[in-house]
């Protein structure tokens, strides 16, 4: 038994601080991810959400939007605010999309730090509307842990992966398989990635289940409207 941990070990550890560790933990989380069909988006999603963390992603958000004409929704890049409909105006992700491509999102959520609080927050904002079906924009290396969330938040996910999105991928040598800096940076978003799979349920069953911001950091009713806010159970 003992020899067997110790195995488990030195097999974590050599995953945490190699090149060819990292490559392989990516590998099992992006063996699934295949590029999404826009007529099956258009034919299905009622909202594509868009999860913020860099611009690859508004990018193919936005193609995506163009190709189908699917409403926006901007998830978690701003940070969280007491006044959202402020936020929302300032989010780099819309601004960005103003820029480049003329797109004012339809839904912009500020107030999540996380993925987790991106599926639940995202619920909080579009659920009284009935959107409940998204395509959902993210790494190809994300999309398993945040498919999961958001289907746990109460909707269902068309994964809509981003080509060739995510961490580098440098060319493999011998270095590649010893222990090394370099390693270690780079498996660090894999094996974020595999403990909140891993391991995210188990925090979820002891903390209980997250519920919407609170009052005092959602948007007065006229605010809302502006920034495409409707608190849950409210109609469309």
Request: with cysteine; glycine share 12%; proline share 10%.
């Amino acid at each position: 038994m003992l020899g067997v941990l110790a195995l488990v070990a030195l097999a974590s550890a050599w995953l945490r601080t190699t090149e060819a560790g990292a490559r392989v933990m990516l590998a099992g989380l992006e063996w699934q991810s295949t590029p999404v069909d826009p007529q099956r988006v258009g034919e299905q999603a009622q909202a594509i959400a868009v999860l913020g963390g860099n611009l690859d992603r508004m990018d193919y958000g936005a193609r995506l939007h163009q190709s189908t004409r699917v409403p926006l929704l901007v998830v978690g890049w701003g940070r969280p605010s007491a006044r959202p409909a402020r936020a929302a105006r300032a989010d780099p992700g819309t601004a960005y999309l103003l820029h480049k491509y003329g797109i004012a999102p339809r839904w912009v959520e500020t107030q999540s730090t996380n993925t987790l609080e991106n599926a639940v927050y995202s619920a909080c904002l579009v659920s009284g509307m009935g959107v409940k079906r998204i395509a959902l924009v993210t790494d190809p290396y994300h999309m398993p842990r945040a498919s999961y969330l958001f289907r746990a938040a109460g909707f269902v996910v068309i994964p809509a992966p981003v080509p060739g999105g995510g961490p580098p991928r440098p060319r493999i040598t011998l270095a590649s398989f010893v222990p090394s800096q370099r390693g270690w940076d780079q498996a660090r978003g894999p094996a974020h990635e595999w403990l909140g799979l891993v391991f995210g349920p188990v925090q979820r069953a002891i903390e209980g289940p997250r519920t919407c911001p609170s009052q005092d950091r959602r948007p007065s009713d006229k605010e809302g409207l502006r920034a495409g806010w409707m608190p849950p159970g409210s109609a469309g």
